[in-house]
């Protein structure tokens, strides 16, 4: 698909500030967490995160029309991230990301934040469904799981 590549260690940093800004503008608003959100969670701790050779680089892809836009990160047929910088949300870089991921990648399942009405909104108007399962990660943070609808 257009624009879709895989992420190379010089995207880290952009990678980073994109996913560092939808946490706190997707996130702190449900858990007002300071020190989390403003402290712990900074770029330079997320970008080390995609050096060279890592698992996070090796399972990345950007939206790079000539500024990386958005990206997502899949493990197996799960998708583990998809962010797209708030300023460009809106213009279907999601949308592409996420299809290609399911066509390409055979990415089928994925967890959400429970309170995250938008992105799982967004995810059901692409083929997926609630399944009904939950968890909590890192010990306050409710998510649930969402298949691919294997409608036909």
Known sequence: MDHIRPA??????????????????????????????????????????????????????????????GMIRISGCEIEKLYVEPQFQGQGIGAKLLQYAVDELHASELWALEYNSRAISFYQRHGFGLTGEKKTEDEWVPLVKMKLSTQS
Do not use: C, H, Q, W
């Open 8 to 69: 190379k260690v010089t995207d880290a940093s952009r990678i980073a500030e994109m996913i560092v800004t939808n946490y706190r503008v997707n996130f702190y608003p449900f858990f007002k967490n300071d020190p989390f959100y403003f402290g712990e969670l900074n770029v330079v701790d997320v970008a080390a995160e995609y050096s060279k050779n890592s698992a996070a680089l090796r399972s990345t892809l950007v939206y790079d029309d000539g500024v990386v836009r």
